[in-house]
């Protein structure tokens, strides 16, 4: 959890670090959720037939391999294959969770550790932008990598020695097919929506994106008719099962979408360095810790439906919020209430939306189940990250432009075409954060090179924030549909005793 967000904050670092442009650092990200997305519904099987033990640990090795080869990853194109073996270690850990607390515990005994999971669940997805600036700040942006293995080598131990290895069903069959048209299906529908505006939505593309939408299509009409299905359509008997997968997608959505635009801000315009940008989010991280514990003494007596629904209502306003917020010359302490209201938002929906849907699941779907409710949030994550990420190079290129031709009026008019061609070309490399601005010709003078200087960081600014806030916009619409599909959380599917 705390890796599919910690990349955010270290964007400027590893852009010039690796001499990366914009789109290769968001598939950074990108290439994590949709590598720990697409196997998930395998990997919730494989507990099912191995045992959630043997699974969880084979993950972790293969999470703290691959963290090394981050860490150690010289160019843009190696730190991205790293961290798609990253996501995958990561698929095979994630569902294993879930399926010890619906084995361990029954439905009335659960509100406690699944307060816990939620806890630690919110707190890690905002944690990520904090721990990403302190480490970036004094020791480089290999280092949110390699903290995992210290971290890692404690958990395999830990695992080894106290974690409950049960014997499932080896008998269980495996749906090849399913995965196969899951797994194809995702692949192509993230690819094209993040490489959209990258290859300014050409044919091909777009025809990635159908062929996408097809296969998952296929995918969802042969789980109806497989014998061994790898997603078990009597978990949607349930309703609320269906209505916690929506909520939980929209919520992956919001806070990974909201943190790209959002850290390049206030460490692009607002100047602020990684350490300073990571202790702006460190009210937010104790916002969703505050919350989710009062979340989880909360979910039995109110029901789901209200903390979730509230939650989501307090995300979605913390954002709208910081977008108002957002200028060129905003005081970076003016953005703390944005950010603690996000936070509380975050805080109040992890552990009831968690709460609701394994209510009443059998322990042989368990591992089924934690699937397909992981996977609901990790593809919203990757739309997310996938559809920020073209909303904010689609801003870039129409904003900066814009606020170039508005400076450039500054300058005398012999210089005012190149000023604004040369902004207009840094606007999707990474010289935009370089805090230098484009390269001015030799033959300027002194003088009008160092305004010109000026004159583009402030139009890159205006353009970013411009942008910045317009990407806003989208996690806000999410949230308020993930509120629709909230008001199917019925409160009687809970436990009301204390």
Not at 37 to 62: E, F, N
Not at 242 to 268: C, D, K, R, S
Not at 422 to 445: C, K, L, M
């Amino acid at each position: 959890m705390l890796d599919s967000t910690i990349v955010t904050v270290a964007v400027p670092a590893i852009l010039t670090g690796l001499d990366a442009t914009l789109n290769q650092v968001i598939w950074v990200n990108s290439v994590y959720l949709l590598a720990n997305t697409v196997p998930l519904l395998i990997t919730g099987r494989l507990g099912d037939r191995y045992g959630p033990k043997r699974v969880l640990l084979v993950g972790l090795g293969l999470f703290l391999a691959a963290s090394l080869w981050c860490g150690l990853a010289t160019s843009a194109g190696s730190l991205i294959a790293a961290r798609a073996v990253q996501g995958l270690g990561a698929a095979l850990m994630t569902p294993q969770t879930l399926a010890f607390i619906t084995r361990l515990f029954p439905p009335e005994r659960r509100a406690v550790p699944i307060a816990v999971w939620g806890a630690v669940s919110g707190v890690a997805t905002i944690a990520g932008p904090v721990a990403g600036g302190l480490l970036v700040q004094h020791a480089g942006w290999e280092w949110i990598f390699l903290l995992n293995l210290p971290i890692g080598v404690a958990g395999l131990l830990v695992g080894a020695l106290m974690l409950p290895d049960w014997r499932p069903d080896s008998r269980m069959r495996f749906d090849t097919l399913g995965a196969v048209l899951a797994s194809a299906g995702l692949a192509a529908l993230v690819f094209g929506v993040q490489n959209g505006q990258h290859y300014q939505w050409a044919s091909g593309i777009v025809y990635v994106i159908a062929i996408g939408l097809l296969l998952l299509g296929g995918f969802l009409i042969h789980q109806r008719r497989a014998p061994a299905p790898l997603v078990p359509m009597r978990l949607f008997d349930n309703r609320v099962f269906g209505a916690a997968n929506l909520t939980h997608a929209a919520l992956g959505f919001a806070t990974t979408g909201m943190f790209l635009p959002l850290v390049i801000y206030v460490q692009t315009v607002l100047g602020m360095d990684p350490l300073a940008s990571s202790l702006l989010c460190a009210p937010m991280a104790v916002g969703a810790g505050l919350a989710a514990i009062a979340a989880g003494k909360l979910v039995a007596r109110v029901g789901a439906r209200p903390l979730v629904t509230s939650g989501l209502a307090a995300l979605a306003a913390g954002v709208v919020v910081l977008a108002v917020q957002a200028e060129p010359d905003t005081a970076p302490l003016a953005l703390v209430p944005g950010l603690v209201v996000a936070g509380t938002g975050i805080g109040l929906v992890f552990s009831p939306l968690t709460a609701a849907a394994t209510f009443g699941l059998s322990p042989e779907l368990a591992g089924a189940a934690s699937g397909v409710f992981n996977t609901s949030r990790q593809v919203g994550g990757v739309l997310g990250s996938a559809s920020t990420g073209v909303l904010l190079q689609l801003g870039l290129s129409l904003t900066v432009p814009a606020a170039a031709r508005e400076y450039a009026e500054l300058l005398p008019s012999r210089y005012a075409d190149e000023f604004v061609r040369r902004i207009s070309e840094a606007a999707n490399t990474a010289s935009q954060f370089g805090g230098e601005g484009p390269p001015v010709p030799a033959d300027w003078s002194p003088s009008i090179a160092e305004r010109v200087r000026d004159l583009a960081t402030d139009a890159f600014n205006l353009g970013f924030t411009n942008a910045a806030k317009a990407t806003l916009v989208l996690p806000v619409v999410v949230l308020v549909l993930g509120m629709v599909a909230a008001s199917g959380l019925r409160t009687p599917v809970l436990s009301r005793r204390p």
